[in-house]
């Protein structure tokens, strides 16, 4: 069995390979300590029933994760479907039985760069629709914007996505959204951007998820602690703070992905809003819960240190421009009673529903 990673968002080392037996390690971020997100292919005979050992999954950024984790893995990158997964003494286990001859292992459904660049070619086709650099990442790798809606003086949305590399269902999601945006017949999509403009930002770090980290950038920043003022460290965080000054903000949504807890939910402001900005802001929440029943309330006590991180994305925004922002958690881990609803397709269907959620609460008006 031959095992390889030197690919778009590949991730793997290989320790040893006994037949169709291999032990693995996950390789930390570049210039960071950070690690989870793995992926990989592994090329053997046909049929052969496979045994993969992760040795060093208790040592990951979050250990918690893997008790409730099962393992995806692919012939053909559309269809994904879970393995028979075990963490045992500090070692994640899976097995792949009657494997075909290559089959693709991920610690979620990838999301690769050529389906970024098909996406942002069609919106770039598309009237109505402006495509912005808005800067370059450390490893010269362009930060490209999708601006939707007339550029009337109405309210301005921002989404970002994938500040965290290894969390590709943030990448599904903003495509699902985008697509939604794209489509002429789709009566949401029409009323959003007659009476707002809606800046996109499909993903915030292409070079980390080009490298297959978890968190960081090329030079091992985690973007999302890289908000506070007065500078910031990554060029890609500076580049959007830049263009956020430049055009204004009033709703924010990041979206990222949470490795173990197994619903979606809101990372609660950490940041005082007032009175109407608060309503607006639980208000996208409950519309949000309605159209996804896999939304539950954020984790007890995580409206502490956590929520108040002040390098955060959503704080930095409520802070300096008193409005809406929300960082929105897609699981990896299947959902109870909803299994795995939220993998690729999942996630683009939240995405679309974003856009559903938003147009109420600003539909509501002050």
């Not at 007890?300 to 955060?312: F, L, N, Y």
Request: hydrophobic share 40%.
């Amino acid at each position: 069995m031959e095992i390889t990673a030197d690919f778009d968002g590949g991730n793997i080392l290989v320790d040893e390979v006994r037949g169709p037996s291999a032990s693995l390690r996950i390789r930390s971020d570049s210039n960071a300590p950070f690690y989870q997100w793995f992926y990989f292919r592994a090329e053997g005979v046909a049929g052969e029933n496979r045994q993969f050992a992760i040795s060093n999954a208790a040592g990951a950024s979050y250990p918690g994760a893997w008790s409730q984790y099962r393992v995806l893995a692919s012939a053909d990158h559309i269809m994904w479907n879970r393995l028979p997964t075990s963490f045992e003494e500090g070692v994640l286990k899976f097995t792949h039985e009657e494997a075909p001859e290559t089959a693709s292992y991920a610690f979620f459904v990838p999301y690769p760069e050529t389906r970024r660049r098909a996406l942002l070619t069609v919106a770039t086709g598309t009237p109505g629709v402006e495509r912005r650099s808005i800067g370059r990442s450390v490893q010269d790798r362009s930060l490209d914007m999708l601006v939707f809606g007339e550029e009337t003086g109405g309210e301005r949305i921002w989404v970002i996505a994938r500040q965290h590399a290894g969390e590709p269902m943030a990448e599904w999601a903003a495509e699902g959204l985008v697509r939604r945006l794209l489509d002429p017949a789709d009566e949401v999509a029409k009323e959003l951007k007659a009476k707002t403009t809606i800046s996109v930002i499909p993903n915030a770090n292409p070079d980390g998820s080009a490298l297959g980290n978890l968190r960081a950038n090329a030079d091992g920043v985690d973007l999302n602690r890289d908000w506070k003022e007065p500078a910031s460290a990554s060029r890609e965080v500076a580049a959007i703070k830049r263009a956020i000054a430049h055009d204004g903000v009033d709703y924010f949504i990041d979206l990222h992905g949470d490795e173990t807890r197994p619903y979606i939910w809101v990372v609660p402001p950490g940041a005082h809003l007032d009175p109407a900005a608060a309503r607006k802001a639980l208000h996208f929440v409950l519309e949000l819960a309605r159209l996804h029943p896999e939304l539950q309330p954020p984790p007890v006590g995580i409206e502490g240190e956590d929520a108040a991180e002040a390098g955060m994305s959503v704080n930095y925004i409520a802070t300096t421009y008193g409005c809406p922002a929300w960082t929105l958690e897609m699981p990896f881990p299947e959902v109870p009673g909803f299994g795995d609803s939220l993998l690729a397709d999942g996630c683009m269907r939240f995405g679309r529903s974003c856009l559903e959620a938003l147009n109420v609460v600003i539909g509501q008006g002050k």
